[in-house]
């Protein structure tokens, strides 16, 4: 740890400083930097615990992309699990065919969209080239 930062959990002048500022504007600030002072290198091993634990809950998840529900042990008959692995495959085959249509669907849905705002501009402009003035706004 650099030990020259100004505040790091230890009874330096700016940490006992910011302990009575904190008390005097507000108690719970005061405690929380008393609780840093005190708990703070525990922090950084804390942190890491608590990271490696989550990695380890959710590394099981992780193995497979699409294929997470898949099991990742045999039932012990071949042909039950040929067929499950083909069936797998096949929804995997049509969640992906399904993902390609919803992308196709948003971007026609985008140009309608764009196509709208682009025919509400050009019947402004036409308005107010026509009117020399803007709709709905008095003139200069």
């Given amino acids: 740890m650099n030990q020259s930062a100004l505040i790091r959990p230890d009874w330096t002048p700016a940490t006992i400083a910011m302990m009575v500022l904190g008390f005097v504007v507000f108690w719970p600030l005061g405690l929380a930097m008393l609780a840093y002072i005190i708990f703070g290198e525990r922090l950084k091993t804390f942190k890491k615990d608590a990271n490696d634990t989550v990695d380890g809950v959710f ?19 071949v042909a039950f699990d040929d067929w499950r692995d083909a069936e797998l495959a096949r929804l995997d085959e049509e969640r992906r ?37 803007v709709p709905g706004f008095p003139a200069n």
């Fill in 97 to 133: 065919k399904l993902d390609e249509m919803r992308e196709q669907f948003d971007s026609y849905v985008r140009e309608l969209r764009r196509a709208k705002d682009q025919d509400d501009f050009d019947r402004f402009m036409r308005e107010r080239n026509s009117s020399g003035s």
């Fill in 59 to 77: 590394s099981s998840f992780k193995r497979g992309g699409r294929n997470r529900y898949r099991p990742s042990f045999g039932t012990g008959n």
